[in-house]
């Protein structure tokens, strides 16, 4: 069954780093891009960035370019999002989603066709 | 960046109903990359629709997108019970950012 997996909920400090896992579950996990979306409370969703699972190049959204790192792990067919500095209004529900199409027709282009179940980052003092 | 506007922000029907959701962009959507997702309370969102048109796999066919340009609807004819929820449209053309909506709310009456 395709799948994607998050790791847990996630309280922390402003200022501190938060990172969030993704395993995919189902198919090649190298043939798809993967995406981080966000919705903080009441408010539209917001995509952050991609990375080709296969090559390993990432693209960022200009807003979290230098703050957001991510990176692949394919023999756990897993991918890490790292957003650093937390502010409060990082304080959000992340998701991370793949691309229906995979890489060899487009890296770009392509709607998210599965989904994370997502994981609730707290940033709390 | 393109920003995509959706009306109206809730919509009250009843089961049985035919509901039309609007989403409007601020310039034109490139190949017509509009997708359409649902989303129900503490839950992830469900892709709908893509390329302005094509049904997502598994999605019934009471659920149907269209238009072109910078105006796309999605239409839901006979609403179940399991329709209402929150409905997103979203641009993902050649160039990010790809961006969202702000959602309609679809309630029952």
């Known amino acids: 069954q395709v799948q994607l997996v998050q790791s847990g909920a996630e309280v922390k400090k402003p200022g501190a780093s938060v990172k969030v896992s993704c395993k995919a579950y189902g198919y090649n996990f190298t043939k798809y891009v993967m995406h981080w979306v966000r919705q903080a409370p009441g408010q539209r969703l917001e995509w952050m960035g991609w990375i080709n699972a296969g090559k390993g190049n990432t693209k960022f959204s200009q807003k979290f370019q230098g703050r957001v790192t991510i990176i692949r792990d394919t023999s756990a067919s897993t991918v890490y999002m790292e957003v650093s500095s937390l502010r409060f209004e990082d304080m959000a529900v992340y998701y991370c989603a793949r691309s229906r199409v995979p890489i060899t027709v487009t890296t770009d282009g392509s709607a998210f066709d599965i989904w994370g179940q997502g994981t609730m980052v707290t940033v709390s003092s | 960046e393109i920003v995509l506007t959706q009306s109206p922000g809730t919509l009250s029907l009843s089961p049985g109903e035919r509901a039309t959701l609007s989403c409007r962009a601020s310039?034109?959507?490139?190949?017509?990359?509009l997708a359409w997702y649902q989303q129900k309370p503490g839950q992830a969102p469900r892709l709908l629709i893509y390329g302005a048109s094509s049904r997502a796999t598994g999605i019934p066919d009471r659920f149907s997108g269209s238009g072109s340009g910078t105006d796309f609807t999605l239409t839901i004819r006979r609403l179940e019970p399991e329709d209402f929820a929150v409905y997103y449209c979203?641009?993902?053309?050649?160039?990010?950012?790809?961006?969202f909506g702000q959602g309609t709310k679809l309630e029952i009456k």
């Open positions: 310039q034109s959507v490139g190949s017509n990359y």
């Open positions: 979203q641009q993902y053309g050649d160039s990010p950012p790809y961006t």
